[in-house]
C-alpha cells in the first residue's frame, strides 16, 4: 500500500460512511481522495459534523474549522422506510441506494433492509410514487455504544465497496461483450437521456396501466 493509499483509508476510517453525497462526491471513499489530494476542504460532511473535521483536522495537521453549511446540515440519525402498498416496483430506488440496503424485483414490491440503512437520503428523489421517508432513529432506543457504532460503519463501508467493485465488473463486462445488440444500446442511452421526470412520469403511466388490467380481467380468468 502506498503513502497516498495508507492516508486515504485513514481519512475513509474518520468518515461516518453515509455515502450521502452531500459532499460533492459519491460517497465516503472518494471524499476521502479528494481530501488527500488537496482537492476538497475537510469541513464538507454535514453527518459527520465538528467531530470530524476535528478528527481529519488532527490526522492531516491542520487548524478545524467550522462545518460548511453550503453542503447540508446536520440532521438526526434516521432510516429509510417504503410504504409497500404505493411501491410499484420501478428499481429506482435500488439503483439509487449506495450500500444495497434495498431489496426487490421489477414489478415487485421494494423494502429496506433497516439495520443496513446508512439514512443517506439518496433512494427519496428517484422514487416516483414519493413512498419512499425517512424515519428518525428513536431517541428511546438503546444508546449505541462507540463498538457498535464502529462496526456500522465498517459495514456500511464493506456493502460500499463491494457494490462499487459489482458495478464496476458489469460496466466492464458490457464494454467487452460483443453480443450487445445495436437496439439494446440504443435503448440504455434513451432511457439515461430522459429527464427524471419524464423517466417517473412513464414509470407511473406503466404502473397505472397495469392496473387498469388487472381491473379489466375477470375474476377466474388470466
Not at 475513509?12 to 482537492?39: E, R, S
Not at 427519496?124 to 413512498?131: K, Q, V
Not at 465488473?169 to 419524464?198: A, C, F, G, W
Amino acid at each position: 500500500m502506498t503513502d497516498k493509499s495508507a492516508l486515504i483509508e485513514q481519512i475513509d476510517a474518520i468518515l461516518p460512511q453515509i455515502h450521502c453525497g452531500q459532499c460533492g462526491y459519491d460517497g465516503c471513499q472518494p471524499y476521502a481522495a479528494a481530501i488527500a489530494d488537496g482537492q476538497a476542504d475537510i469541513n464538507r460532511c454535514p453527518p459527520g459534523e465538528y467531530a470530524v473535521i476535528e478528527k481529519l483536522a488532527q490526522l492531516l495537521g491542520l487548524a478545524p474549522k467550522p462545518l460548511d453549511t453550503t453542503y447540508g446540515h446536520p440532521k438526526p440519525r434516521a432510516v429509510a422506510v417504503i410504504d409497500e402498498a404505493q411501491c410499484i416496483g420501478c428499481t429506482f430506488c435500488l439503483r439509487a441506494c449506495p450500500v444495497d440496503a434495498i431489496v426487490g424485483a421489477a414489478k415487485l414490491m421494494h423494502t429496506v433492509i433497516s439495520q443496513e440503512c446508512t439514512g443517506c437520503e439518496r433512494c427519496l428523489a428517484p422514487c416516483p410514487m414519493d413512498c419512499i421517508y425517512m424515519q428518525t432513529v428513536s431517541e428511546t432506543a438503546p444508546t449505541e455504544s462507540l463498538i457498535q457504532k464502529t462496526a456500522r460503519e465498517q459495514q456500511a463501508r464493506q456493502r460500499y465497496r463491494h457494490r462499487e467493485k459489482r458495478l464496476a465488473q458489469n460496466r466492464q463486462k458490457k464494454s467487452s461483450n460483443p453480443e450487445i445488440s445495436l437496439n439494446q444500446q440504443t435503448t440504455v442511452s434513451n432511457i439515461h437521456q430522459q429527464p427524471d421526470s419524464n423517466i417517473k412520469q412513464a414509470t407511473i403511466e406503466a404502473a397505472i396501466a397495469r392496473a387498469r388490467a388487472k381491473l379489466a380481467t375477470p375474476t377466474g380468468k388470466t
